[in-house]
């Protein structure tokens, strides 16, 4: 790898915690819920993209957590792409701005 990324060594997600490693897999991150894993790719070699993948995983975490993953009708993958490219971008923009609660 060009640029070491740091790697967290776990992170809570809904009050469990989750072991983060790296490994050699062909995605770029899996969320193993029954071994409270997230594994994110060890190809990722820059800190924005691991990053990105984490918190992607850490979406399939708290959808599985809050019982969602479970429904008979569901299809995550497309939830999750929805609020990593959709809601959170918005956030993000939201978070640079200063908010006046008097004036809202």
Known sequence: MNNPTPVLLSVKIGGIDFTVIR????????????????????SIDNAEEYAATLRHE??????CIAG????KKYEEEP?????????????????????????V
């Open 58 to 63: 850490m979406l399939h975490a708290a959808l």
């Open 79 to 103: 939830i999750v792409r929805a609020i990593e490219n959709i809601f959170f971008p918005a956030w993000d923009l939201l978070q640079n701005k200063t908010i006046n609660i008097e004036s």
């Open 23 to 42: 490994d050699n897999i062909a995605e770029y991150g899996q969320m193993l819920f029954d071994e409270r894993k997230i594994v994110i790719s060890s």
């Open 68 to 71: 969602i993953s479970y429904l």
